[in-house]
């Protein structure tokens, strides 16, 4: 009983997937030898990265295919089970007051003390199966060809250890003839056969388009580490499902590296975990009672090609887990953000859950709130639904939405400092595109500051002023070595820069996490994009150690420091959020190395 049905967005045809399973622990391990393999990805691999996760020591589940097989799905769905056994409903492991109660804690501990600026955590569905799992697994499947839309995958992955049955709306990543895709969802409407007047409103969410635009960041960051030339976005998009509407975003770039390099390197999206991704696979620790198993990890599909293998992998979520004792699991997360209510998070998982649940027959299909024609489908194509689609992009980075093209303007060797945020990879790509000479090494590997043209003291989470944070230390070492030549500082770095320099630094009364700010740099006005929880504090127009201040005329917020051979910035130049970066960080980097 090894063997997995596929079935792909818009494809007419059902994959069937037979062959033998094997268990391996790393994803350089998974057998790549001239055949199909299909490997079920558990979330603690995000340990390859060197970041935490509860381990419960699951393996990578890998089905070597030695045979494969298409039927039209007509055809499949008449010899598929029609009737789902009954199981014994456990509901979930939290109440929604619990939930909630988590949540008001990640909000106020996590993200208001400078750890990140959106986490994700997920609650658990349980239910208990004693008839036979197979038939049980089919039968699901069944229901979701029927019932679901808009999945990306619907599958079934069919083993003895494991069985696992979905409709993912989300492709984490795939590479086709070196070309890398990704493709962050986030932004939920919970319903799924609304009017123009509520899709226009969930458009002009700015919670919903705020989730979106950060996890957008979060994901140009793994493209920006797997794809040499970074990645450019194409979008949004609407994603209809049976029983609410995502918002989403399709990014691509190029890379010639081993597919199972590229899974790695992207692991894990931000969409079920958060960011920045260090820190939100921590906050997942701390505050999620049980391990993830399989959901949040990906269902990967490797096939050869003339070229080598690719690799197209969905993220595990929308899925039922049942184990061979028959306990059933569905998981299901919200994103967290600086203004989110608790209890709305609660109904977010419970709607994100519901499809599955209504697969399994512990749950009934919603009805409408406007009653839809049979057969009808969101209105996505009206014109004022894609006027206010096109609007989201409006203030959001050229950079990242055109082909980029090498300036080559500057010529030095540029150290930029990583303070463990993967906004590092993307502002060491714009800073190649400059034509500077860029290498990035890690803060606790760094050991000479003295040598290069320029170092660039990265961003990174947590707070400022600690004493005992080995990172902080060791940053505050680092700067205080590096002052009086050619030096720039972003956010994390631009606040422990301005301690040393005397100033004050406050905890901000709301964190400002991925909010786009009109703000003056160097004499020039700029949309740039911020996270941050702390702030300097200075009078604008004001000097500081022949430094020029930039700062908000009422609040004395900084925004910038500036003069001969230093810039430091609160604000990413890099991120998505920052229409005026990449200009901004020219003219920075041109002003400091011309000094």
């Given at each position: ?164 049955v979905g409709a993912s709306p989300e492709r ?150 049942l184990d061979a004792d028959g306990q059933v ?11 989110s209510d608790p209890r709305a998070e609660a ?249």
């Amino acid at each position: 009983m090894n063997y997995a049905l596929i079935h792909r967005q818009g494809s007419p045809t059902v994959d069937r997937l037979s062959g033998t399973v094997e268990e391996v622990f790393r994803l350089a391990d998974i057998a790549l030898t001239g055949t199909e393999v299909l490997a079920m990805v558990p979330f603690r691999q995000v340990q390859e990265r060197g970041f935490p996760a509860r381990d419960d020591q699951l393996p990578i589940l890998c089905l070597q295919v030695d045979r494969l097989e298409t039927e039209p799905v007509a055809d499949l769905i008449t010899r598929l089970p029609a009737q789902a056994p009954p199981l014994e409903d456990l509901g979930f492991t939290q109440s929604d007051d619990d939930y909630a109660a988590v949540v008001r804690t990640v909000i106020e501990e996590e993200i208001g003390s400078g750890e990140g600026a959106n986490f994700v955590i997920r609650r658990d569905y349980r239910a208990r199966l004693e008839a036979d799992r197979e038939q049980a697994a089919l039968a699901w499947f069944r229901r979701l060809l029927e019932r679901e839309s808009g999945a990306y995958w619907t599958f079934a992955f069919i083993t003895d250890q494991m069985i696992a049955v979905g409709a993912s709306p989300e492709r984490h990543v795939s590479t086709t003839g070196g070309v890398v895709r990704m493709n962050p969802i986030s932004g939920t409407l919970r319903n799924g056969q609304p009017d123009v007047d509520t899709l226009l409103s969930f458009l002009a969410d700015r919670k919903e388009s705020e989730e979106l635009v950060m996890v957008v960041d979060e994901e140009l960051k793994m493209m920006s580490a797997a794809c040499p030339d970074g990645g450019v976005m194409r979008g949004p998009f609407l994603k209809p499902m049976s029983q609410l509407i995502h918002t989403e975003y399709l990014l691509e770039g190029h890379s010639r590296l081993d597919p199972r390099e590229v899974l790695r390197l992207t692991m894990f999206a931000p969409t079920v975990t958060g960011s920045p991704m260090g820190n939100a696979c921590a906050v997942i620790a701390r505050h999620e009672p049980t391990p993830r198993g399989y959901y949040s990890g990906v269902l990967a599909r490797f096939t050869p090609t003339e070229r080598g293998y690719e690799v197209d992998a969905p993220i595990l979520i929308r899925t039922a887990f049942l184990d061979a004792d028959g306990q059933v699991s569905v998981s299901a997360g919200a994103t967290l953000v600086r203004h989110s209510d608790p209890r709305a998070e609660a109904a977010e998982t419970r709607a994100k859950a519901g499809g599955m649940l209504t697969a399994l027959g512990l749950a009934q299909a919603p009805t409408p709130a406007v009653e839809q024609p049979t057969g009808s489908r969101p209105p996505v194509a009206d014109p004022r639904v894609e006027a206010a689609l096109a609007d989201r992009n409006r203030h959001l980075a050229p950079f990242w939405r055109d082909e980029q093209v090498s300036g080559a303007e500057l010529r030095a060797q540029v150290l930029v400092v990583d303070c463990e945020d993967d906004f590092t990879a993307m502002l060491a790509h714009q800073l190649r595109r400059l034509g500077l000479d860029v290498q990035v090494v890690p803060w606790h590997q760094v050991q000479d500051v003295e040598q290069p043209d320029l170092v660039v003291f990265g961003p990174g989470p947590g707070d400022p002023l600690s004493q005992t944070n080995p990172r902080i230390v060791r940053l505050r070492e680092l700067i205080a070595q590096r002052l009086g030549r050619p030096l720039l500082a972003v956010c994390l770095s631009h606040q422990v820069l301005s301690d040393q320099l005397g100033l004050e630094l406050r905890k901000l009364p709301a964190p400002r996490q991925g909010t786009p700010r009109l703000v003056r740099i160097a004499g020039q006005e700029a949309r740039i994009g911020y996270y941050n929880t702390f702030t300097a504090v200075a009078a604008d127009g004001s000097q500081v150690r022949g430094l020029t201040v930039d700062s908000e005329p009422d609040t004395g917020f900084l925004h910038a420091l500036t003069g001969p051979g230093l810039a430091s910035v609160q604000g990413h130049l890099e991120s998505v959020l920052s229409f005026d970066g990449y200009d901004t960080l020219r003219r920075l980097v041109s002003d400091i190395l011309d000094q």
